[in-house]
């Protein structure tokens, strides 16, 4: 078959090589100049430091298939994240443990001592969490929830933590032992030479074309048997019953010598602090050795319709807008919906990889069933 994919990021990446690899000619469209999407790196022209052009990417994950896919394409140097955060003119310890609750509540608490003190802070009297505060309150109390939670997720979401899903904030642990390692997966790491030099090897296959700068439209999808979209759902159709919204980020640089801040994140909780966090690009590569350093202030805000969309923000307004288009997407003919933009879901990278992954073997065998191929592979 020829297989037209739109978006050249991890989700149109595997899926081209998996398409490529089962024999299929495959064009990738790609509007811009580089691939990988909003995972890309690139050296510092002055500092030779790898840069995260879009906000920093650790690759972390738990499936076993993920991580020997990764590990074909790229030597994948084990990096372990750790997130300080400044509020109120002190820095503490992130995700919450031990060592965050002892820091606020100026403690030594051991950690049965320390679950049955925050046992007594939190709010018993909610049952079922229905936004992101009443799941702060009842897991942490409201101590911890207003140093770390409240203005850090103001500032990210634009909204009020009483408008935001309570799974927003079960992404994170709360943990009673001074492990600190901001994920909990087995496999942590990041690529010694960036995600975009990653994708590229992922999209190195005599079956892949790769056409940067070049964006797919339907006109091109005529042309080709089935496309794969990876693309903003809704720009498919013209944004025809409406924007969904999402999540943007500005970046402002900051250059120095030596260590800026002494760790790869540095969150700031305080609302009055514009920012959400700075991140200092030399310590995601803690195997190499830089004099000077660069970092970038990172600033939230709603995306219009010319910026780069970040966070799908997944409001009440945008699920009944999202299911239209849903709906819309599973009778449009020979096109499947992939990835983070595709599908308008937060997703990690591991997740993406496995959705294209996944999607790949349905591909595959609906081809070779001479089955109609599916438009979404989950709702
Ligand atoms: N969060 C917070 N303070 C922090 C870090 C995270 O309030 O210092 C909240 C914020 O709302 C964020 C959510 O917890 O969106 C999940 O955190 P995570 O680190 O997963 O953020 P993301 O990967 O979405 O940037």
Known sequence: MQIGIAGAGFSGAVLARELAEAGHQVVVHETRDH???????????????????????????????????VNRFGVLQPYRHRVISTVGGS??????????????FGTSLTPAQA????????????????????????????????????????????????????????RLP????????????????????????????????????????????????DRFDHSIWTGPLDAWFGHRFGRLGYRT??????????????????????IDVPYTRISEHKHFAPWEEHESTVCFREFSRLAGEDDIPYYPIRMAQDKTLLQQYLDAARREPRVTFLGRLGTYRYLDMDVTIADALHAADALTSAISAGRPLPALLQD
Not at 127 to 150: S, T, V, W
């Open 174 to 221: 709360l943990r009673f032992s001074y492990e600190d390692s901001y994920f909990a997966h087995p496999y942590q790491a990041i690529p010694r030479d960036g995600y975009t030099a990653l994708v590229e090897q992922i999209l190195d296959h005599p079956g892949v074309e790769v056409r940067l700068g070049t964006p797919y439209t339907h006109a091109d999808h």
């Open 35 to 69: 691939v990988a999407g909003n995972c890309h790196t690139e050296r510092d022209a002055e500092t030779g430091i790898m840069i995260h052009r879009y906000g920093p990417h650790i690759f972390h994950t738990g499936d076993e298939r993920v991580w020997r896919y």
């Open 115 to 170: 679950r049955e003190f925050i046992g007594s802070q939190s709010d018993q009297t909610i049952d079922e969490p229905q936004n992101f505060e009443e799941q702060a309150l009842k897991m942490m109390g409201r101590k911890l929830y207003e140093a770390f939670f409240y203005g850090y997720t103001c500032k990210q979401w634009g909204l009020e933590p009483t408008q935001i899903p309570a799974s927003v904030l079960r």
């Open 249 to 270: 980020l500005d970046f402002e640089e900051i250059r120095a010598t030596g260590d800026y801040q002494g760790c790869a994140v540095m969150n700031y909780g305080d």
């Open 91 to 104: 820095t503490y310890s992130l995700p919450v443990n031990l060592l965050t609750i002892n820091q606020l």
